[in-house]
């Protein structure tokens, strides 16, 4: 459990880390040639609306980057927590151990009726009492 949290943490960690980088960059070289084209003495407009898509897809990158920094933050949280953690003990398991074999021809009497009959016999032939 302690490995699977640890290594799940470092796999949304570097997905996290790698989009927010991407997204960043997209949206700063979106705003960037936004800046360029559409300020003051660029050259303007190719067709109307260009402008404001380049700003839409540069704010849908920019949001895309915020959602990965969340997903590095689980991602860092999951890998701490991994590290901290203890291993959780195994639960012992409970075996019960037979009773021991009696000599050939033993006998033994019921607890409960108080027949008599060979000590191999789990329950009693009359009243059928469990006899271990």
């Not at 000599?103 to 469990?130: E, I, V, W, Y």
């Amino acid at each position: 459990m302690k490995v699977a949290v640890f290594v799940i943490g470092l796999v949304l960690l570097v997905i996290g880390l790698l989009g927010a980088a991407y997204g960043w960059f997209v949206a700063t070289g979106l705003e960037t040639t936004h800046a360029f084209a559409c300020g003051p003495g660029g050259p303007g407009e190719p067709y109307p609306g260009w402008c404001a898509a380049l700003l839409s897809s540069a704010s849908g990158y920019r949001t895309f980057a915020y959602g990965m920094v969340a997903l590095f933050s689980v991602g860092v949280v999951l890998s701490v927590a991994g590290g901290i953690m203890k291993d959780v003990p195994s639960a012992p398991t409970m075996i019960m151990a037979p009773p021991p074999i009696p000599p050939q021809g033993a006998l033994h009497t019921c607890k409960n009726c108080g027949r008599s009959m060979p000590t191999t016999d789990r329950f009693c032939p009359s009243c059928g009492t469990a006899q271990w």
